[in-house]
């Protein structure tokens, strides 16, 4: 592990301005530096790097952050990797931790693990190229499909000799360990001893993200043998290796999800390289396993745009439809193509040119909600049974976690269907009701402070326990939450309040994400995003170190996540160096910041203020009074709460950033 001396050495010596300018093309623009994106099709010149902030930021797609952060981006490379390639660049040796003697031992297994694939990768790949029987059986077998000799090689594809222990003979020569032949699943271990487990298989290497290998396929080829033995056997789950994580092509297909902002999903390894083959880089293939959220969350780092590409036989319209609600939950778009039945991407590519592949993928393929409704509808005439099919439909929607998104699709299902928009909303928030959790309710407890500093009761009540974030929701909440991080991020370090004093009259200074803190845990108040809850935890344990300032501090952070937060709230499209920023006075920033969790409160309350709307018109008909009575003081109290809140927003000068 990379020590964090080691990692400030590496910021500190970093010129993003070289480094960018090592894949964009850049020309001076000011005191920044300006190119085309190269995250999306740029037209005219959207991407600036700023030398003084040292981060870049495309205003057109939004892709940015520091020099770690766009090479994992653009080269599709992990965290620490960005930071290897960094101190190469620079010259800098790289120090790490010191590990435990369990994460040395658990990490010399895991390098032993892949050192061996990487051998076997290359050992199965020359007796492809070079051994007789390799030759005549398993380059025949992959000419017999189609496959060209470079895709043979992009692929690293290989063959496995028929004798039950030939790979673990050939292993132990070159001094690998019987231990992680079996541990990777090259080899097999039981009663009768050691043996190959892809003996007399065509080869297919896993690679997952980064380039390592971490597992094989292996297809047999032997025709008597069909109906006795599996026609593919996988490498098990092991220490480097889970099924349900990885992606077969996912390694060769990043750069071009990337580039095209789309990745097509299809069952096979075969698939995989017969797209490839035609042109179609863009493709991954869970390989037979039902798609999981690992796999889903994998593709959005690349791309939130999927065609579900497979056979139009019963068991293709099924791997369809099964992954649909997961992918619309994880915010993906979903485009699905069926190929004619009798036909996978396979043997459909072998029976047209690349060009009939490519059009014919491009011309077909429909959005979830077409796809759905042809096959939950079609030639149903029965009333219940369209109902199902409909609220099943509602139902995958209900998942979408865009609420435009959301409305787009009710609206487009409203006219395809004929059913009344208002209907169909009507069932959709059923679904998400049924989701949710009921949200927690507010209490009574006055407790707060005051914009001069001193601590005095909030304005007839406060608010008690911690808040489901998600009825912030079109109230404004997420957005006075992303303002607020912003505040802590650019200005957390510095103090706006001065005059105030401790129970034993000592004198207290308090800092933005010192103040934000102190008021939002008064009423138990916390953030929707663990990441912003992240943030304002760190900014206050560092407040009290010397030196310490919160924007280079989290645009210098090592977990890249804080990092690119921290550069998309650091600059707006008129603020690239601090020669432009505004200067806000003490007492500016102060209101500003006192006002914003102000409004953070007004937008928990009106979400309540809905909440109790919503259960006094369900509780309309019911009998029970006191339960009633209930509701209308609650509703009165937090009313109370709210004017009180407003009139003291109203007397606050608002000071934006």
């Given at each position: 592990?990379?020590?964090?001396?080691?990692?400030?050495?590496?910021?500190?010596a970093?010129?993003?301005?070289?480094?960018?300018?090592?894949?964009?093309?850049?020309?001076?623009?000011?005191?920044?530096?300006?190119?085309?994106?190269?995250?999306?099709?740029?037209?005219?010149?959207?991407?600036?790097?700023?030398?003084?902030?040292?981060?870049?930021?495309?205003?057109?797609?939004?892709?940015?952050?520091?020099?770690?952060?766009?090479?994992?981006?653009?080269?599709?490379?992990?965290?620490?990797?960005?930071?290897?390639?960094?101190?190469k660049?620079?010259?800098?040796?790289?120090?790490?931790?010191?590990?435990?003697?369990?994460?040395?031992?658990?990490?010399?297994?895991?390098?032993?693990?892949?050192?061996?694939?990487?051998?076997?990768?290359?050992?199965?790949?020359?007796i492809?190229?070079?051994?007789?029987?390799?030759?005549?059986?398993?380059?025949?077998?992959?000419?017999?499909?189609?496959?060209?000799?470079?895709?043979?090689?992009?692929?690293?594809?290989?063959?496995?000799?028929?004798?039950?222990?030939?790979?673990?003979?050939?292993?132990?020569?070159?001094?690998?360990?019987?231990?992680?032949?079996?541990?990777?699943?090259?080899?097999?271990?039981?009663?009768?001893?050691?043996?190959?487990?892809?003996?007399?298989?065509?080869?297919?290497?896993?690679?997952?993200?980064?380039?390592?290998v971490?597992?094989?396929?292996?297809?047999?080829?032997?025709?008597?043998t069909?109906?006795?033995?599996?026609?593919?056997?996988?490498?098990?789950?092991?220490?480097?290796?889970?099924k349900?994580?990885?992606?077969?092509?996912?390694?060769?297909?990043?750069?071009?999800?990337?580039?095209e902002?789309?990745?097509?999903?299809?069952?096979?390894?075969t698939?995989?390289?017969?797209?490839?083959?035609?042109?179609?880089?863009?493709?991954?293939?869970?390989?037979?396993?039902?798609?999981?959220?690992?796999?889903?969350?994998?593709?959005?780092?690349?791309?939130q745009?999927?065609?579900?590409?497979?056979?139009?036989?019963?068991?293709?319209?099924?791997?369809?439809?099964?992954?649909?609600?997961?992918?619309?939950?994880?915010?993906?778009?979903?485009?699905?193509?069926?190929?004619?039945?009798?036909?996978?991407?396979?043997?459909?590519?072998?029976?047209?040119?690349?060009?009939?592949?490519?059009?014919?993928?491009?011309?077909?393929?429909?959005?979830?909600?077409?796809?759905?409704?042809?096959?939950?509808?079609?030639?149903?005439?029965?009333?219940?049974?369209?109902?199902?099919?409909?609220?099943?439909?509602?139902h995958?929607?209900?998942?979408?976690?865009d609420?435009?998104?959301?409305?787009?699709?009710?609206?487009?299902?409203?006219?395809?269907?004929?059913?009344?928009?208002?209907?169909?909303?009507?069932?959709?928030?059923?679904?998400?009701?049924?989701?949710?959790?009921?949200?927690?309710?507010?209490?009574?407890?006055?407790?707060?402070?005051?914009?001069?500093?001193?601590?005095?009761?909030?304005?007839?009540?406060?608010?008690?326990?911690?808040?489901?974030?998600?009825?912030?929701?079109?109230?404004?909440?997420?957005?006075?939450?992303?303002?607020?991080?912003?505040?802590?991020?650019?200005?957390?370090?510095?103090?706006?309040?001065?005059?105030?004093?401790?129970?034993?009259?000592?004198?207290?200074?308090?800092?933005?994400?010192?103040?934000?803190?102190?008021?939002?845990?008064?009423?138990?108040?916390?953030?929707?995003?663990?990441?912003?809850?992240?943030?304002?935890?760190?900014?206050?344990?560092?407040?009290?170190?010397?030196?310490?300032e919160?924007?280079?501090?989290?645009?210098?952070?090592?977990?890249?996540?804080?990092?690119?937060?921290?550069?998309?709230?650091?600059?707006?499209?008129?603020?690239?160096?601090?020669?432009?920023?505004?200067?806000?006075?003490?007492?500016?920033?102060?209101?500003?910041?006192?006002?914003?969790?102000?409004?953070?409160?007004?937008?928990?309350?009106n979400a309540?203020?809905?909440?109790?709307?919503?259960?006094l018109?369900?509780?309309?008909?019911?009998?029970?009074?006191?339960?009633?009575?209930?509701?209308?003081?609650?509703?009165?109290?937090?009313?109370?709460?709210?004017?009180?809140?407003?009139?003291?927003?109203?007397?606050?000068?608002?000071?934006t950033?």
């Amino acid at each position: 592990m990379i020590d964090r001396a080691t990692i400030d050495k590496i910021l500190d010596a970093t010129d993003i301005v070289e480094v960018v300018g090592e894949f964009v093309n850049l020309r001076k623009s000011g005191v920044n530096y300006k190119g085309l994106c190269p995250f999306h099709d740029d037209k005219t010149p959207s991407f600036m790097v700023s030398p003084a902030r040292q981060i870049c930021k495309c205003f057109s797609c939004g892709e940015g952050g520091n020099a770690v952060n766009f090479l994992m981006k653009h080269e599709q490379i992990t965290y620490p990797e960005a930071l290897r390639w960094l101190a190469k660049k620079y010259n800098i040796e790289i120090k790490e931790r010191e590990l435990t003697d369990e994460e040395k031992r658990e990490q010399s297994d895991r390098e032993s693990m892949l050192i061996v694939n990487e051998w076997a990768c290359q050992y199965f790949h020359e007796i492809l190229k070079n051994d007789v029987d390799g030759m005549a059986i398993g380059r025949q077998y992959f000419r017999s499909r189609g496959i060209r000799d470079d895709i043979i090689e992009k692929f690293q594809l290989g063959f496995s000799l028929s004798k039950r222990d030939a790979l673990c003979n050939e292993a132990r020569r070159k001094g690998f360990k019987d231990e992680f032949l079996v541990k990777t699943g090259l080899a097999v271990q039981n009663e009768r001893g050691m043996y190959d487990r892809f003996a007399g298989r065509a080869i297919f290497p896993w690679f997952n993200v980064s380039g390592k290998v971490v597992a094989f396929g292996g297809r047999k080829l032997d025709a008597a043998t069909k109906g006795i033995q599996q026609k593919y056997v996988n490498s098990p789950d092991s220490e480097i290796y889970h099924k349900e994580r990885e992606l077969y092509g996912i390694f060769q297909a990043k750069k071009a999800i990337v580039k095209e902002d789309c990745v097509y999903m299809v069952e096979g390894y075969t698939d995989v390289i017969a797209m490839h083959q035609c042109g179609l880089e863009n493709v991954v293939a869970n390989s037979g396993t039902a798609l999981s959220t690992h796999q889903i969350r994998l593709l959005h780092r690349f791309t939130q745009n999927i065609v579900l590409l497979y056979d139009g036989d019963e068991a293709g319209i099924h791997a369809a439809m099964r992954g649909t609600d997961m992918l619309l939950e994880e915010g993906m778009n979903i485009k699905v193509l069926l190929l004619p039945d009798g036909d996978d991407p396979d043997s459909f590519a072998r029976k047209h040119t690349a060009q009939e592949f490519s059009d014919y993928i491009k011309s077909h393929q429909t959005d979830f909600i077409q796809f759905k409704t042809d096959v939950l509808l079609r030639g149903v005439s029965d009333p219940v049974k369209r109902a199902e099919a409909i609220n099943s439909i509602m139902h995958s929607v209900a998942v979408i976690p865009d609420p435009i998104v959301r409305a787009a699709y009710i609206s487009d299902c409203s006219h395809r269907l004929g059913i009344n928009e208002r209907t169909l909303i009507t069932q959709v928030n059923k679904y998400i009701a049924e989701a949710k959790e009921a949200p927690v309710p507010l209490a009574s407890t006055p407790v707060g402070t005051n914009n001069d500093g001193g601590s005095v009761p909030s304005p007839q009540g406060g608010i008690e326990g911690s808040f489901d974030s998600s009825s912030l929701r079109g109230d404004g909440g997420e957005r006075i939450e992303r303002l607020l991080i912003q505040a802590v991020i650019r200005h957390g370090h510095e103090v706006i309040f001065d005059d105030l004093e401790d129970e034993d009259g000592q004198p207290v200074k308090l800092n933005v994400a010192q103040y934000i803190d102190y008021d939002l845990s008064q009423d138990g108040l916390l953030f929707s995003s663990d990441l912003y809850r992240r943030v304002l935890r760190e900014a206050v344990e560092h407040s009290a170190e010397a030196g310490f300032e919160a924007d280079r501090y989290f645009l210098q952070h090592p977990d890249p996540e804080v990092s690119r937060l921290a550069s998309q709230l650091a600059i707006d499209r008129h603020q690239l160096s601090r020669s432009f920023e505004m200067q806000v006075s003490t007492t500016g920033l102060r209101q500003q910041v006192t006002h914003l969790v102000l409004d953070y409160r007004m937008s928990i309350i009106n979400a309540h203020l809905k909440e109790l709307q919503r259960q006094l018109k369900a509780a309309g008909s019911s009998t029970d009074l006191n339960h009633m009575r209930q509701l209308m003081l609650d509703y009165k109290q937090t009313q109370e709460l709210r004017n009180a809140l407003a009139r003291q927003l109203g007397s606050d000068v608002v000071v934006t950033s």
